[in-house]
């Protein structure tokens, strides 16, 4: 009867699973509560309800009037069903009643032997009790359980219904479906019953047994804990001065729209109006300071009474000390003549942009007016320097000093100038130094000044020394030239030795080495064929018939005139007259027409091919 009853409830649990599943899915996809989110929402009951299955493993021998005595073995229970109701004390310990029903049917009649093979009453049903552990988060639950209590065991063969102890350990992985229903996905359990049939029915027989589960899991009286309130505050702005304004701004997140919030602000000078909060400074001593921020929510005069219904924060700004002013002070001109004036100019900065008043002082002379500008007068003031007082004062009493200077000069006269300085001055202008194609060379770099040239630069040293004496402050700046051809480098090489060689002969003649200057430009600023021609048509040193033979050949002339170091004068800014030499005894030399030194390849690029012969060149003129 017993196994009669405990089938048909297995064939019923299946059947209201089987009825659940779509209450579970509609749970699934039912809309969430309306107001503020839910971070976490655990059950304080449980309900399992699923099918199960149950592998026993023990033997039995039953004494009968029959020879041999029965003999049997429990075979898995493939149909079976398990209840069991939860209650959690916290979120995550609670204890557990369990019932687990597995019954293969009643008792048939087989030939002896035959039990143990589908053909036995196999009967276990189990009631016990225990803990039960769970970790609970928003999508799986993994739980632990420990059961103890008694088992009603019948069969394997004509052994009697019969009490005794289980115990079962196991646990298993739910999965939530909604805020009331979840899958329990597995549920794995090992179980151990005692029973003792009696002498004669069987004896004591110990069963372990494996226990598999699954079903719907009913989750009753849901505690659903709320998202904590969150509070943010910030001032603006973090460091003032006495008086400015402070602006705290609380900023709530969490809050369940359909409950009442109310912000809080206390602290030095603070005065509130909803989730914003101003700080009067003008009486705070300089330091920091912190405002305390805070909200609560709930019904209206009910505010704040549970704990996730509340929130601080804190802001912090701090009130610097006024900074004194800061002033500059310069005067236009700085240095005057008797009864001039000078144009005083006070720059004050406030750090505070606090409202500044200006005085001034002065040694001698005076200042008229009281601004930003004013002007110093040296009337009646004697020669020398007046030492002028600036001075700045804000609104608070702070106060900044700088100072600047006029001086006041004897009128300056002229001394006049010997006739013989402008004489040297249009001698040290007359020539530039020219020299042959390809000299001076990487290895003679002593090399390449021809005796015309020679002469010129003894000249020019004998005047450039007595220049000196009248104008120590001057020097020369030589600038070498090179004509096109060749590569860059070379030429940038050979105007650089041109000008060193031009420097050592000058420093021979008595020039000292500090007083020359030189600069290499290869064939930057060379003269262009039409400059050159201009040049010899201005050539008073050449007849007509002279200037037309130069012109004839005037692509060797442009080349000849390039090769060339010019002199500059810094006093009076002059550079040397570019004429080409042309009475000089050597100007073939230079010209190309005749052989120099033999020159050797250079660094830096191929040597120059010397040029071809001037035809029928005008003779040298004769001074």
Not at 101 to 119: K, L, M
Not at 350 to 367: D, E, F, K, W
Not at 411 to 424: G, I, N
């Amino acid at each position: 009867m017993f196994a009669s009853v405990s089938k048909s409830m297995s064939q019923f649990a299946a059947v209201a699973i089987l009825a659940m599943a779509p209450v579970a899915l509609f749970a699934q996809v039912a809309p969430a509560t309306r107001g503020r989110a839910h971070v976490d929402t655990v059950s304080k009951w449980d309900i399992f309800v699923g099918y199960s299955y149950l592998s026993p493993h023990a033997g039995v021998v039953t004494r009968t009037d029959r020879t041999p005595n029965l003999s049997g073995t429990y075979d898995p229970v493939n149909f079976g069903q398990i209840f069991s109701a939860s209650y959690f004390a916290n979120r995550y310990v609670g204890v557990q009643a369990e019932v687990g029903v597995h019954e293969w049917g009643i008792q048939n009649s087989n030939p002896p032997g035959a039990y143990g093979t589908q053909s036995n009453n196999d009967g276990f049903t189990t009631l016990a009790g225990g803990l039960v552990m769970r970790y609970p988060t928003a999508t799986f639950t993994p739980f632990a359980h420990v059961n103890a209590g008694g088992a009603l065991v019948d069969g394997p063969v004509e052994n009697p219904f019969t009490w005794g102890p289980s115990v079962a350990v196991g646990g298993g992985l739910d999965y939530r479906l909604s805020n009331h229903v979840s899958l329990r996905i597995i549920q794995a359990d090992y179980e151990f019953m005692h029973v003792n049939f009696g002498a004669t029915s069987g004896g004591t027989v110990g069963i372990n047994s494996a226990r598999l589960s699954a079903g719907l899991v009913f989750h009753t009286l849901t505690v659903v804990r709320p998202e904590k309130v969150e509070l943010a505050c910030s001032a603006s702005p973090v460091t003032v001065f006495p008086g400015d304004p402070v602006t705290v701004t609380a900023t709530a997140s969490g809050l369940n729209p359909k409950l009442n919030a109310v912000y809080m602000f206390s602290g030095s000078g603070v005065s509130s109006a909803g989730t914003t909060a101003t700080v009067a400074t003008g009486s705070l001593p300089p330091g920091s300071y912190t405002v305390q921020c805070g909200v609560k929510e709930g019904k209206e005069g009910k505010e704040g009474l549970k704990p996730w219904e509340t929130a601080s924060a804190t802001a912090v700004f701090t009130v610097k000390a006024f900074e004194p002013p800061t002033i500059k002070c310069t005067a236009n001109p700085e240095t005057i003549k008797p009864g001039d004036t000078s144009t005083i100019t006070a720059t004050g900065i406030s750090p505070q942009n606090r409202p500044l008043t200006y005085s001034y002082m002065a040694s001698i002379g005076t200042v008229e007016g009281n601004g930003t500008n004013v002007t110093f007068n040296s009337t009646g003031a004697p020669t020398g320097t007046a030492d002028i007082t600036c001075n700045v004062a804000d609104d608070k009493g702070h106060t900044a000093t700088a100072n600047t200077s006029v001086t006041i000069t004897i009128p300056y006269v002229a001394p006049v100038e010997s006739p013989e300085v402008k004489q040297l001055e249009t001698r040290l202008s007359l020539h530039s130094v020219f020299f042959p194609t390809n000299l001076p060379t990487t290895g003679n770099p002593k090399g390449g000044l021809v005796a015309s040239q020679e002469g010129t630069l003894i000249a020019l040293a004998k005047d450039f020394k007595r220049y000196l004496e009248f104008k120590p402050e001057a020097h020369l700046t030589l600038s070498g030239h090179a004509d096109i051809r060749g590569s860059a480098a070379y030429n940038k090489a050979l105007s650089q030795r041109r000008v060193e060689r031009t420097k050592s002969f000058l420093v021979e003649q008595g020039v000292p080495e500090d007083k020359i200057a030189t600069v290499a430009l290869g064939v930057q600023e060379n003269l262009s064929a039409a400059q050159v021609k201009e040049l010899v048509e201005k050539n008073t040193e050449l007849s007509a018939m002279e200037r037309e033979k130069v012109l004839h050949e005037l692509g060797v002339i442009v080349w000849a005139q390039n090769r060339r170091v010019d002199v500059t004068l810094s006093t009076t800014g002059q550079q040397s007259v570019r004429l080409y030499p042309f009475n000089a005894a050597d100007s073939m030399t230079l010209i190309g027409t005749k052989p120099a030194a033999p020159a050797k390849k250079a660094a830096g690029g191929a040597m120059k091919k010397p040029a071809p012969p001037v035809k029928k060149t005008a003779p040298p003129v004769k001074k």
